[in-house]
């Protein structure tokens, strides 16, 4: 099996410069592939393990191909073709139609014949399954959830009632869509629920990764738009609404009726507030708080980055101070000037 | 189906305006809510729609009764009131009291003929189950775990051995209750476990949020008081202490034996050390952290707001000078009454 | 059944002050043990406790002993003495080997006579389960995970495809293993997906508590070294590597492709930056960001301390200023400057 480096060109737009017949079966990495594998080199850190690579060709940059050992592919962006050829490689396990004995499914429930339905599972009153779908092991779909065709459930996914998933969505195990958001109304101290009766929406080629919560509306639903793609431990809360193609890493979290823009990122652990509004190709950092809207596209951070813990304490102290500093500063400012005019007027 | 206005002005303890008669069906939003639909105004924010509502009843403060279109209850506190409102016209789903065939129940688990347990759930040893109880799909509750009245695990939940819940707790899915804490010390340099032997206790009218951790006590247990509610993806540590009707917002974690008190609030995010108090109605700000006790009530805040990332290349090197400049302050400010004094002996 | 003073003695290394014979059931605490406990005296908070302590027996240090009016144990290191006294006395469960009829089994799994598969499991093809292994209630092994011999996943674990335990292992419920990271190269603003070929891979005696994830490598592997311990609410991303003996606290999160040393610590929501590398023996505060790498062994903080709310609106408005600041007080040293030396002139 693989694929001839003819093939690999096409599938990444490239110029060949090279063998178009010889066979590629794997991926590898620069500094450690071998016969038979193709690397890529879109980081500039990596260059160096260029000169000695026993790959079988090379994915790269014009700019690199003279430096190229062996048959290279050149491409504008290696990166996108390195997903490309991945993706003809290594393409997704094919489905295993039917429904595991194991599986629970409430008779109301709709299963096309393609859809595999594993071990373990649980289909509640009302679930709609497209065609080409896996819901893998031990995942729970409650009542009128609908999954669009080709979707795929990894394992262990839970579904509350009424999500729905459009198309060619990944969602990975421990993935928890659709539960309570956190609606409270305060009675004299104590906290009375507010029912959350909205539900989560999840456009085409959504990717959810592992561990992460997507909660339901309140009223109205929370919407993530096709094409959005969010890591794990991530957690969306009620009424947030996520613009189309916008990306999520890990930890990051989105408070209440919050809206993202399209074509947005935001980095790791990056927290987002409630009701507030993020335009379009926003570029929130990694650990970094937002706490008001933004209206106009960049780069936004609060990132507090780490030092030796004896000067940490020594400047962080200072903290508490920084309004009495710049007090004594504009204090100081006055004085000078008036001393600078009387040694002016003197001098 | 539905209520009357007399029936919601009732349950809202507000004072109509309008026909009692009139049957309301569902919640709806001001800007979008048609026949049948009571709404609510409760943030100021959205008043710009009252005028134009097409809604059948709106939930309102006096102060903006005059400007509503049509029929309204007129309430101290339209938050409270609505949240009131609709859990009279959303209640939760009915128990489907029994025990499903694929549920695995240990004989000598105590399951009441009320309740209701779900396809695919484990019940241990020495589990007991409380009247009206729901053990949503796909639960697993180890040994000697105890589900107080009318308490609810929507789906795949996990309490661990010795969980103990009071009554109407709601716990969401992907939550584990129980799991051992981070106990570890240290031999040379390699870890070596303490064994975690205390349980996880949770009072009454507990809701916990998707895909949270609770852990158990070390020696002793974690206690969570009546009235608490907890947000989605948030870690509770070994031995912590949560006062009555203390609320946590998603991603908030507090670290091992720390005791938060009762009506607190946590934003989201927030961040509590290990081993420290936090006195009754504290309120700590969205991603803050708190690394000290806290023995007055009040908000506490270090939340650090994201700014244009060229700005905060600029202003946040400085973060490593804070204390040279307090010195170099100082030293100016020394210098400065030096000038002064022989300026004024001089001048 | 119990313990004599005689054998924990041994066990902790201790020297005995008291009774050998005497019987030791249960541990305590201090502050309200009672008859047949041991308890231990670690923090010197506790110490007041002491000369009350209704205790069978105390571990403590040399220094406490003359004070303590019961048994003692005296031992260099009481945290240590207390973590092997507990396993003494608080087992693990004995394994129940079996495969309960609820599991579902892949003809090609292997699973030794030894082993113990709980209710409501799935093991995939070409799963290996090891000698000793607890696999606990509702647990999900994706195709061809390895589980060493003695490891335990408590309950609700998920492992995917291909992910490798090694022995000893203790995995809590909600843990995700060897999901796919987050991979994604950008085509005109749309993101596609760069599939995730490589694995998890766990040493010995690791432990991975509740709701972490830990994701598979993009190519080549995630590595997580022996006698690691990782607490709740964790992301370790793709091809991340992790040393031997290095332990994280609850909610910290590696970004892809960072290298953390051996015996290093990171404290509770620590957040470390991605294709970094932290050397052996670094110690990360909680609520820390680490956005570059660490070259030097020692303890790093970027831990922003809570304050009042008015005092915190003060002086965090001024974080946008510091670069003014600095600017101001340069021009204040250059005038003062000046001033001084016309003065000197002058004068």
Known sequence: MGLTLRELTQIAGAELHGDPGRIITHIGRLQDAGEGAVTFLANRRYASFLPETKA???????????????????????????????????????????????????????????????????????????????????????????????????????????????????????????????????????????????????????????????????????????????????????????GRHTAMAGCAAIAGSTKIGAYCTLGGGAEINGHIELVDHVHVSGASGTMRSIKKPGVYTSTVPSMEHSDWLKNFAQLRHLNDMVKRIRALEKEVAVLRERDETHG
């Open 56 to 242: 079988s060709a090379v994915i790269l940059a014009v700019e690199h191909a003279e430096a190229c050992p062996v048959d290279c592919l050149i491409v504008g962006d290696p990166n996108l073709a390195h997903a490309r050829v991945m993706a003809a490689l290594y393409p997704d396990a094919p489905i295993v139609s039917g429904v595991h004995d194991s599986a629970i499914v409430d008779a109301s429930a709709q299963v096309p014949a393609t859809a595999e339905i594993s071990a373990n599972c649980y289909l509640g009153p009302g679930v709609v399954i497209g065609d080409d779908v896996l819901v893998g092991p031990g995942c729970v779909l409650l009542d009128n959830v609908v999954v669009g065709d080709g979707s795929r459930l990894v394992a262990s996914v839970t579904l509350c009632r009424d999500t729905r998933l459009g198309e060619r969505c990944l969602i990975h195990p421990g993935v928890v869509i659709g539960a309570d958001g956190f609606g409270l109304a305060n009675d004299a101290g104590a906290w009375v629920k507010v029912p959350q009766i909205g539900r989560a929406v999840l456009g085409d080629d959504v990717e959810v990764g592992s561990c992460t919560s997507i909660d339901c509306g309140a009223i109205g639903d929370t919407v993530i738009a096709d094409g959005v793609k969010i890591d794990s431990q991530v957690h969306v809360a009620h009424n947030v609404q996520i």
